[in-house]
């Protein structure tokens, strides 16, 4: 988990309300990575970004947002749009060599 | 489509018995294959990846994995198990499109004995 903290640990949000999830890393990665996990279901890209200033969706991308206006973060927003949001939410960034290395996760759970 | 497959959802075994951990991969090109271990309410760690050379990669803690082009196989395995392997274990695959994107299984979790 070293040199990528994701916060909160765990999101509570209500019905119709956007929240934000914040992904920052050290590690002077180019790209970065947003994931979905639900039990039984693996992981789920739901954004990713190559490069600052540019994004592209991932397989699940509905009702979710993102921006890369800084090197180092890479903030995920779950829209009011996303009717089942209650998940594990895991953000990662990669290096030139190929491996993503994961932040600790932020839960999200609807109240 | 590349995709990954795990086939089981559980493996026991007991402690200090040799584990391996299936994963079957689909992907057009070359593949490149990479193992994490997750444990409960935690990030992904990584255990070792494949992407050119040997077909035995060692990783961290002890596991290694065997690359098998014909039967597009990336099984990972250790000679004796600890209790402390007992975690989720996923493979996972980068698309071959040059897109950088994984793709992942659906997870294996391990649990070993005393």
């Known amino acids: 988990d070293g040199g990528i903290t994701q916060s909160p640990k765990y999101l509570f949000r209500k019905e119709g309300q956007n929240v934000t999830l914040s992904c920052e890393q050290n590690?002077?990665?180019?790209?970065m990575y947003w994931y979905r996990q639900d039990p039984g279901q693996g992981l789920r890209l739901i954004y990713y970004?190559?490069?600052?200033?540019?994004?592209q969706k991932g397989d699940i991308a509905e009702g979710y947002s993102v921006s890369r206006e800084k090197k180092e973060s890479f903030p995920l927003t779950v829209t009011s749009a996303q009717k089942n949001p209650t998940a594990f939410y895991l953000c990662?960034?990669?290096?030139?060599?190929?491996?993503?290395?994961f932040g600790p996760g932020t839960r999200l759970l609807v109240l | 489509a590349q995709s990954v497959a795990q086939p089981e959802d559980q493996v026991n075994v007991a402690e200090g018995n040799p584990l391996t951990v299936k994963c079957t991969y689909s992907?057009?090109?070359?593949?490149?294959l990479f193992w994490y271990v997750q444990y409960p309410n935690r990030g992904l760690q990584f255990l070792l990846k494949?992407?050119?050379?040997?077909?035995l990669v060692k990783g961290s803690y002890g596991f290694e994995a065997e690359f098998n082009k014909s039967q597009t196989s990336f099984h990972l395995k250790k000679p004796s198990a600890l209790v402390s392997d007992s975690a989720l274990y996923f493979c996972?695959?980068?698309?071959?499109?040059?897109?950088?994107?994984?793709?992942f299984g659906t997870g294996t979790r391990l649990k070993v004995l005393a």
């Open positions: 494949y992407i050119t050379g040997d077909n």
């Open positions: 996972a695959v980068r698309d071959g499109a040059g897109t950088y994107k994984y793709i």
């Open positions: 990662a960034s990669r290096q030139a060599g190929e491996t993503q290395y």
């Open positions: 992907v057009s090109g070359n593949p490149y």
């Open positions: 970004s190559q490069i600052v200033n540019d994004f």
């Open positions: 590690l002077n990665h180019d790209a």
